[in-house]
Nanobody, 121 residues
Framework: VQLQASGGGLVQAGDSLKLSCAAS????????MGWFRQAPGKEREFVAG???????KSYGNSVKGRFTISRDNANTLVLQMNRLKPEDTATYYC????????????????RGQGTQVTVSS
């Protein structure tokens, strides 16, 4: 499975940004896709995930109510980020796995390259 993320950038606090992730290859191996982020000197943080079979969504506590995960088409995942805060600054990684718990709490089976999101105050 290959994951291609796009959409990062530099924005101001309060702005919105949308990230996309296109999956290709052996996508039949995917049960869940999502995003996690990592800032310099900080631990990896789960952001959001969505199961492919029944579109169940889950969010990290720090982004609930501000971020929305969805599927744009069969193989593209979208993360709409609203009301961005400086603490959202991080490298965001698209991820996919057969195991939703592993995607959320451990290193996912598939991970795309990161896309940088920087939020200025």
């Amino acid at each position: 499975v290959q994951l291609q993320a796009s959409g990062g950038g530099l924005v101001q606090a309060g702005d919105s940004l949308k990230l996309s992730c296109a999956a290709s290859g052996r996508t039949f191996n995917i049960y869940v896709m999502g995003w996690f982020r990592q800032a310099p000197g900080k631990e990896r943080e789960f952001v959001a995930g969505e199961t492919w079979s029944d579109d169940r969504k889950s969010y990290g506590n720090s982004v609930k109510g501000r971020f929305t995960i969805s599927r744009d088409n069969a193989n593209t995942l979208v993360l709409q980020m609203n009301r961005l805060k400086p603490e959202d600054t991080a490298t965001y990684y698209c991820a996919a796995d057969k195991d939703p718990l592993r995607l959320r709490y451990d290193e996912p089976e598939y991970r795309g390259q990161g896309t940088q999101v920087t939020v200025s105050s």
